[in-house]
């Protein structure tokens, strides 16, 4: 799956408002991002770096597992695969706001 693919996957799942009243970058390395600001409504979706409340670093293979439910997230921050930087709160809030 492409970065756009997963781009486009967020935009529909997120649809106008996915209710988190943050930003959220997911750092997938290799200077690829994700950026949801979920600050305003419509909520944007872009590939930009830019300043997050949190930022969840995240290699794509393992966000795309995530997504698709073959990875428990509490698993993968537990074993390292996934690191949170920024309001742990706001993290723990995605699940229930991605949940499409």
Partial sequence: MSLEQVTTGMRETVGEDCGLGASVKW???????????????????????????????????????????????TSAFMSGKLKIEGDMGIAMKLQGALRS
């Fill in 27 to 73: 750092d997938f390395g290799d200077g690829t991002f994700l950026m949801l600001d979920a600050t305003q409504v419509p909520n944007v979706i872009t590939n930009e770096d830019g300043e997050a409340d949190c930022t969840l670093k995240i290699s794509m293979d393992d966000f795309i597992a995530m997504s698709q439910g073959e990875l428990d997230g």
